[in-house]
C-alpha cells in the first residue's frame, strides 16, 4: 500500500532545520518537480533567500529562529514556503496569499501542500520503475550536501562514481557551500 502524502511530505523534515539558501532550495526542488505551471513571472521565478527572507518580513513566514547568518527554518517553514509557491503558481497574489494564510493550522496546511504535490511526493528514489519496454529500472539515490539528493539511473552513465563526484563538485559550487559527502 502506498504512503500518504502526508506522510511522504513529513519525511522532508528530516532535513531540517535549514538556513535560508537551503530552505528555498528544497522548497524549490519540490515544486519544481510536481510539474506544476507557472502562472505568472513571479511564480515562475526561483526561490532565494532573498525571497525567504522578503516573505519573513511581510508576513508570509514565521520568523525564522535565531538572527542574521545564524537563522534556521524549521518544518513549518517550509509547509509555508511550499504553499505560497503553490498558490503563487496558481494565480494568487501574495497579498492573497497572505490573507489566506493569516491563522492557518499547522494540519490544514500539510494537508493542502500534501495534495497540491502529491506527484512529486510519490516520485520515491530507490524504487524499480518501468520504462516503455517494461524492463525494470533500478534508481539509486546520492547525497550531494546536506538536504540536497541526486536520484540516477544505476544503468545510466551518470551513475559511475566519477560522474557523481563531478555532479557533486557541481552542485558544491554552485552553492558555495563545503558540507559536501
Same mark, same amino acid.
Do not use: C
Given at each position: 500500500?502506498?504512503?500518504?502524502?502526508? #506522510?511522504?511530505?513529513?519525511?522532508?523534515?528530516?532535513?531540517?532545520?535549514? &538556513?535560508?539558501?537551503?530552505?528555498?532550495?528544497? #522548497?524549490?526542488?519540490?515544486?519544481?518537480?510536481?510539474?506544476?505551471?507557472?502562472? &505568472?513571472?513571479?511564480?515562475?521565478?526561483?526561490?532565494?533567500?532573498?525571497?525567504?527572507?522578503?516573505?519573513?518580513? &511581510? *508576513?508570509?513566514?514565521?520568523?525564522?529562529?535565531? /538572527?542574521?547568518?545564524?537563522?534556521?527554518?524549521?518544518?513549518?517553514?517550509?509547509?509555508?514556503?511550499?504553499?505560497? /509557491?503553490?498558490?503563487?503558481?496558481?494565480?494568487?497574489?501574495?497579498?492573497?496569499?497572505?490573507?489566506?494564510?493569516?491563522?492557518?493550522?499547522?494540519?490544514?496546511?500539510? /494537508?493542502?501542500?500534501?495534495?497540491?504535490?502529491?506527484?512529486?511526493? *510519490?516520485?520515491?528514489?530507490?524504487?524499480?520503475?518501468?520504462?516503455?519496454?517494461?524492463?525494470?529500472?533500478?534508481?539509486?539515490?546520492?547525497?550531494?550536501?546536506? *538536504?540536497?539528493?541526486?536520484?540516477?539511473?544505476?544503468?545510466?552513465?551518470?551513475?559511475?562514481?566519477? +560522474?557523481?563526484? #563531478?555532479?557533486?563538485?557541481?552542485?558544491? +559550487?554552485?552553492?558555495?557551500?563545503?558540507?559536501?559527502?
Amino acid at each position: 500500500m502506498a504512503e500518504s502524502p502526508v #506522510a511522504l511530505l513529513r519525511a522532508h523534515a528530516r532535513h531540517a532545520p535549514w &538556513n535560508a539558501r537551503g530552505l528555498a532550495a528544497h #522548497a524549490t526542488a519540490l515544486v519544481d518537480a510536481a510539474g506544476m505551471r507557472p502562472t &505568472n513571472a513571479s511564480a515562475r521565478a526561483t526561490l532565494s533567500a532573498r525571497a525567504v527572507r522578503f516573505y519573513v518580513a &511581510n *508576513g508570509l513566514l514565521d520568523h525564522p529562529e535565531g /538572527k542574521g547568518t545564524a537563522a534556521t527554518y524549521h518544518y513549518r517553514h517550509l509547509l509555508q514556503l511550499l504553499a505560497i /509557491k503553490v498558490r503563487q503558481r496558481e494565480g494568487q497574489t501574495l497579498d492573497a496569499i497572505r490573507t489566506e494564510m493569516a491563522g492557518v493550522t499547522g494540519d490544514f496546511l500539510e /494537508k493542502r501542500v500534501a495534495l497540491a504535490l502529491a506527484p512529486a511526493l *510519490g516520485a520515491g528514489a530507490d524504487v524499480a520503475a518501468r520504462h516503455d519496454d517494461d524492463a525494470p529500472v533500478t534508481w539509486r539515490r546520492v547525497i550531494v550536501a546536506d *538536504g540536497i539528493e541526486l536520484h540516477v539511473r544505476d544503468d545510466s552513465p551518470a551513475s559511475r562514481d566519477d +560522474a557523481v563526484v #563531478a555532479m557533486r563538485e557541481a552542485v558544491r +559550487a554552485a552553492l558555495g557551500r563545503e558540507d559536501v559527502r
